[in-house]
C-alpha cells in the first residue's frame, strides 16, 4: 500500500469502536470538566496570594498534558505488566507497514485528540462557567487561550507519545510519573502569587496572537523533530523480546 493509504488504514483502526476507548475518552473529559468547575470559582475569589493557586495549576498542567490521547484499553489494564504498547507495535511491524507510517500515523491521531478534547472541554466551560469575566477576557482572547492550551497539549503530549513508542511497559510508568514531579517542582516554583491561567491570559493582552502562534509552532516543531527520533528508535527496537 501507497504511504498514505497505510497512514489512513491505521488511523482509522485507532479510531474504531474497539481502539479508541471512547468510555475511557468520556470520563477523562467528564473528569476535567469538574475539576475545572470548581476550580474557576476558586481563582475569581483568590483576591491575594493563595495557597489554592498550588492546586490550580498542578491539575491545570497535568490534566491538559493528557489532552493527546484517547484512554483505550491498552492505557487502562496494567500496561506496565502486559506491555501492550509493545504488543501492539510488534504487530503492526509483522503488515506490510513502514516505521514513518506508524509514526505518522500515531501523531495524526495524537492532533485530532489534541484539538477535538480541547475544542470540547472549553467549548463547556465557556458555556457552564464564567472563565470570560473571571480573566476579564474577551471572546477572541478566550479562543487564543484555547489555542494556547492546544500547543501546551502538543508540547507535552508529544513526550508521553515518545515514551510509548520507545520504551517498554514498566519504563513508561517511570518517566511519566517524572514527567509529573518535574510539572509538580516547576508549579511551585512558580509560587502562591498566580495561577497558569493568570500568565496566559496576561501574556495574550499583552501580545495577542503571538503567544497563541507561538505554542503551536513550538508543538509542531517538537512533533517533526521528535518523529524523526521515533522512527529511528522503533527501526532499531526490538519488540519480540
Same mark, same amino acid.
Given at each position: 500500500?501507497?504511504?498514505?493509504?497505510?497512514?489512513?488504514?491505521?488511523? @482509522?483502526?485507532?479510531?474504531?469502536?474497539?481502539?479508541?476507548?471512547?468510555?475511557? &475518552?468520556? %470520563? !477523562?473529559?467528564?473528569?476535567?470538566?469538574?475539576?475545572?468547575?470548581?476550580m474557576i470559582p476558586i481563582e475569581s475569589y483568590a483576591k491575594r496570594p493563595s495557597i489554592a493557586y498550588f492546586p490550580v495549576n498542578v491539575i491545570s498542567v497535568t490534566y491538559l498534558s493528557l489532552m493527546g490521547f484517547g484512554f483505550k484499553n491498552s492505557y487502562m489494564k496494567n500496561y506496565w505488566k502486559?506491555?501492550?504498547?509493545?504488543?501492539?507495535?510488534?504487530?503492526?511491524?509483522?503488515?506490510?507497514?513502514?516505521?514513518?507510517?506508524?509514526?505518522?500515523? @500515531?501523531?495524526?491521531?495524537?492532533?485530532?485528540?489534541?484539538?477535538?478534547?480541547? &475544542?470540547? %472541554? !472549553?467549548?463547556?466551560?465557556?458555556?457552564?462557567?464564567?472563565?470570560?469575566?473571571?480573566y476579564d477576557i474577551t471572546t477572541m482572547q478566550y479562543v487564543q487561550m484555547v489555542l494556547t492550551v492546544m500547543g501546551y497539549s502538543m508540547v507535552t503530549g508529544t513526550l508521553y507519545l515518545w515514551f510509548e513508542m520507545s520504551l517498554s511497559g514498566k519504563m513508561y510508568l517511570v518517566m511519566s510519573f517524572a514527567v509529573?514531579?518535574?510539572?509538580?517542582?516547576?508549579?511551585?516554583?512558580?509560587?502562591?502569587?498566580?495561577s497558569v491561567w493568570d500568565l496566559v491570559t496576561t501574556g495574550i493582552k499583552t501580545y495577542s496572537w503571538i503567544i497563541p502562534t507561538a505554542f503551536i509552532v513550538l508543538g509542531i516543531c517538537i512533533m517533526l523533530g521528535v518523529g524523526k527520533v521515533m522512527e529511528k528508535s522503533l527501526n532499531k527496537r526490538d519488540l519480540y523480546v
Open positions: 500500500m501507497t504511504n498514505w493509504q497505510g497512514i489512513k488504514f491505521l488511523v @482509522k483502526r485507532e479510531f474504531s469502536y474497539r481502539n479508541a476507548g471512547y468510555v475511557g &475518552t468520556t %470520563l !477523562f473529559l467528564v473528569a476535567c470538566f469538574l475539576m475545572f468547575l470548581v502486559t506491555d501492550a504498547f509493545r504488543k501492539e507495535l510488534s504487530w503492526l511491524k509483522l503488515m506490510p507497514i513502514s516505521s514513518s507510517q506508524i509514526v505518522k500515523s @500515531k501523531f495524526m491521531k495524537f492532533i485530532i485528540h489534541v484539538f477535538a478534547l480541547n &475544542t470540547i %472541554l !472549553f467549548s463547556l466551560l465557556y458555556i457552564f462557567t464564567d472563565m470570560i469575566s473571571t509529573g514531579i518535574v510539572a509538580v517542582i516547576l508549579v511551585a516554583l512558580l509560587g502562591m502569587q498566580q
